[in-house]
C-alpha cells in the first residue's frame, strides 16, 4: 500500500520562528490534507490540497503531485501552533479509506 | 453550523464488557468513516460508512463493527474489549465518499479499558 512519511518527526522552536514541515507519498493521490491535532485529540483540518498552493493567515501549503510530496509552512510561531501536525492521503482506487502519516510533533517555547 | 458531533468523550470499561461509540455527522453529510489512534500504531482506518452501508473496512478484528443509520449517524461497537482495544476513537464526516473536499474529524472518544 501507500507510505506516508512525515518529517522532521519532531521540531522544536522558539516563538517566532518559522518551520517548514514535510510530507512524502509513495504514489499518486487524488485527496491530501493537512491537520494539526489539538491537545484535546481533535483533528483540525488544516489545508485540502491535493496540489498546488493555499494560504491561510501564518500558515501556507504546496503539495507538488508529480514530484509527490507536500509541504507545510507556518510563520511567526506561537505557542498555540504546538502539537502533532498530520498529513493524511487518499488514493483514487482506496474506496475512501484515509491514509495518515505518522506525524511531526511541533513544540514552540515561549 | 454544527461539527461533527462524538459521544462519549470519555469512557473507562472493564476487560471483556461490550461498548458502543456515536457520531453524529455535519449535517447534510453522508459519509461516516472511522479511526483508531493509539501510540503504537498511530491512526488506523477502522470503517466507512454511506447511505447505511459499509464501503470498506480496515485490518481489525470482527469484534469491531458499526452501522450507519438514517439520518446519518454512525455507531460503532467493541465486544469482547481487551486491554489493547485502549484509544482515542476519531470519526470523520464528508459530503460523500471520494469528495472534493476533505474530512471534517470529531473530537473523539477516548476509550480506556482496565
Known amino acids: 500500500g501507500i507510505q506516508v512519511e512525515q518529517s522532521p518527526p519532531d521540531l522544536i522552536l522558539q516563538e517566532g520562528a518559522n518551520s517548514t514541515l514535510r510530507c512524502n507519498f509513495s504514489?499518486?493521490?487524488?485527496?491530501l490534507q493537512w491537520f494539526h491535532q489539538n491537545p484535546w485529540g481533535q483533528l483540525i483540518n488544516l489545508f485540502y490540497?491535493?496540489?498546488g498552493t493555499k494560504q491561510n493567515g501564518r500558515l501556507s501549503a504546496t503539495t507538488v503531485a508529480t514530484e509527490r510530496y507536500s509541504l507545510l509552512y507556518i510563520s511567526s510561531s506561537q505557542t498555540t501552533d504546538s502539537g502533532v501536525y498530520f498529513c493524511?492521503?487518499?488514493?483514487?482506487?482506496?474506496?475512501?479509506?484515509?491514509?495518515f502519516g505518522s506525524g511531526t510533533r511541533l513544540s514552540i517555547r515561549p | 453550523k454544527a461539527g461533527v458531533t462524538q459521544t462519549p468523550r470519555y469512557l473507562i470499561k472493564t476487560r471483556g464488557q461490550q461498548v458502543t461509540l456515536s457520531c453524529s455527522p455535519i449535517?447534510?453529510?453522508?459519509?461516516v468513516s472511522w479511526y483508531q489512534q493509539t501510540p503504537g500504531q498511530g491512526l488506523q482506518f477502522l470503517f466507512e460508512?454511506?447511505?447505511?452501508?459499509?464501503?470498506n473496512k480496515g485490518n481489525f478484528p470482527g469484534r469491531f463493527s458499526g452501522r450507519q443509520f438514517s439520518n446519518s449517524r454512525s455507531e460503532m461497537n467493541v465486544s469482547t474489549l481487551e486491554l489493547g482495544d485502549s484509544a482515542l476513537y476519531l470519526c470523520?464526516?464528508?459530503?460523500?465518499?471520494?469528495?472534493?473536499?476533505?474530512?471534517?474529524f470529531g473530537s473523539g472518544t477516548r476509550l480506556t479499558v482496565v
Open positions: 470523520a464526516s464528508s459530503l460523500f465518499p471520494q469528495n472534493n473536499y476533505g474530512y471534517t
Open positions: 504514489d499518486s493521490v487524488n485527496n
Open positions: 490540497i491535493p496540489s
Open positions: 493524511a492521503v487518499e488514493r483514487p482506487t482506496s474506496a475512501s479509506k484515509i491514509i
Open positions: 449535517s447534510g453529510h453522508r459519509s
Open positions: 460508512y454511506f447511505s447505511e452501508t459499509q464501503r
